[in-house]
């Protein structure tokens, strides 16, 4: 049985992520994509729960993720402290302390968060729980789906036959 959590912002130990380091160690992408997270709660871990709650930090010049949708779940950024630039499908639109972002499941969510300040940009981020999650990437045509521990990526361009090889 679960029960409840608090942290605080100012007290929680984050883990630094760098996805250049990981998906890029030659540095051929031109943006960098780099940021400290605490992860809140997940029930990704145990199973339990609804909600994704993560505390990240990006310094400046960094990006979140790159600019992607979400097809199985919705998303919500609180900005703590700093000012950022939210890409969309509408446009890139500032966002600053004390901004909520509801983020939906369609064409209308693709998102990245970018800090263009001289200061860190905290933010909350809240998803719902998804057991699989189809994830569009507009700028690449790359397509990542992310089912029962599998994670793998593709290009859009690459569709075969529904029955190709049965």
């Known amino acids: 049985m679960r029960d409840i959590i608090i942290k605080n912002v100012k007290d929680a130990g984050y883990e630094g992520r760098n996805l250049n380091r990981f998906y890029d160690p030659d540095g051929v992408h031109k943006r960098s994509y780099e940021f400290s997270k605490n992860e809140v709660y997940s029930p990704y871990r145990n199973g339990e ?3 994704t ?3 990240y930090t990006l310094m400046p010049g ?3 993720y ?3 949708r979400h097809f199985g779940k919705e998303e919500a950024f609180y900005i703590i402290s700093g000012e950022a630039v939210l890409k969309t499908s509408k446009g890139e639109i500032t966002v600053k302390e004390g901004d909520v972002i509801v983020i939906p499941p369609n064409e209308n969510g ?4 970018t800090n263009v300040s001289d200061v860190p940009v905290i933010y909350l981020d809240i998803d719902t729980y998804s057991a699989s999650d189809v994830v569009l990437y507009p700028d690449s045509g790359n397509v990542r789906v992310l089912a029962g521990g599998m994670q ?3 290009k859009l361009d690459s569709e075969v036959n529904y029955l190709d090889g049965e």
């Open 49 to 51: 729960g609804q909600l």
């Open 53 to 55: 709650v993560n505390f």
């Open 62 to 64: 960094k990006s979140n």
């Open 66 to 68: 790159p600019y992607h």
């Open 110 to 113: 693709g998102h990245m968060l």
């Open 152 to 154: 793998k990526s593709f």
